[in-house]
């Protein structure tokens, strides 16, 4: 016992060190998103004045008059639309075509693969210019299939199915296909059901993605009744002006569904994230 007991110390010290720097490193992170709730509960003339960490007569004045001041409730309607159908094609579109490589031979299958990690190492903003030219073109440029269209691009979806597929037994085809079994009875009733956790992380981290995107929705929609609400939230920094509260309650709304997809799919999403970070890698 004595000959262990000074490497059990050392090992307990250096939990003690690496949790506590944990948490730390958890405060400092939460911080922001602590005070921009904060601030959101005061007045605005308190918000330059008042420091405290907790507000002394919180209100929801910041969140009604956002609410009533601006189109929020569409926003919120734009993004729900534009995410759930990015997330069902995306998904859906990735399956099928991890699928088609995998277990599919066909001319050019090959060069499919190699195309789609290719496009997989071009960053999407160096595409912007191409998609507003194309939707531009198409008379697509503030509509719902205007945003949509440009952000189905997700060639990790597909190389993430693609490897899942590789890795299941070939004797589940090969007895599903000595019963006639078609190729999509074999995707949907056998491939797919067995995956259905990598399935539900890569919607929901799609749909996050979608949720949270910026740029392209704020090229795409013109107008104000097609912005998404996260374009949407700036729109209402350039009416409200310099209202910190009525600004953060904004953000605050926005942020809200997706801060509450990941406390509900916290496991889920972290299981993405592994995945998409163990293709990077």
């Known amino acids: 016992m004595s000959v262990l007991s000074p490497p059990r110390r050392r090992l ?92 599919l031979t066909f001319p050019g299958r090959k060069f499919l693969w190699w195309t ?28 719902y299939m205007g945003i949509i269209l440009p952000m189905l691009l997700h060639p990790v979806t597909v190389i993430v199915y693609k490897q899942f597929f590789d890795g299941l037994p070939r004797e589940f085809r090969e007895a599903a296909v000595m019963d006639g079994a078609t190729e999509f009875q074999l995707l949907f009733r056998i491939f797919l059901p067995m995956n259905w956790g990598v399935t539900t992380a890569l919607a929901i981290i799609t749909f996050i993605g979608a949720w949270n995107a910026f740029l392209w929705p704020f090229l795409a929609a013109q107008d104000e009744t097609m912005m998404t609400v996260t374009v949407g939230i700036t729109a209402v920094q350039d009416a409200f002006g310099v209202a910190y509260a009525r600004l953060l309650s904004g953000a605050v709304l926005a942020g809200f569904p997706v801060a509450l997809a990941y406390l509900l799919f916290q496991r889920r999403v972290t299981q993405a994230i592994t995945l998409s970070a163990g293709i990077k890698g």
């Open 12 to 103: 307990d010290i250096a939990a003690i060190l690496l949790t506590t720097l944990t948490v730390l490193c958890a405060l400092l992170w939460f911080f922001p998103i602590y005070w921009a709730i904060i601030t959101s509960l005061r007045f605005d003339q308190e918000t330059v004045t008042d420091f405290a960490l907790f507000p002394k007569n919180p209100t929801l004045s910041a969140y009604i008059f956002t609410i009533e001041n601006s189109n929020l409730l569409r926003w919120y309607l734009n993004s729900t639309i534009t995410s759930v159908t990015i997330t069902i094609i995306t998904v859906g579109v990735a399956a099928c075509t991890g699928y088609a490589i995998s277990q």
């Open 116 to 143: 789609i990690l290719a496009s997989f190492m071009v960053p999407v903003s160096a595409l912007i210019v191409n998609h507003f030219i194309i939707i531009a073109g198409l008379g697509l440029l503030n509509s």
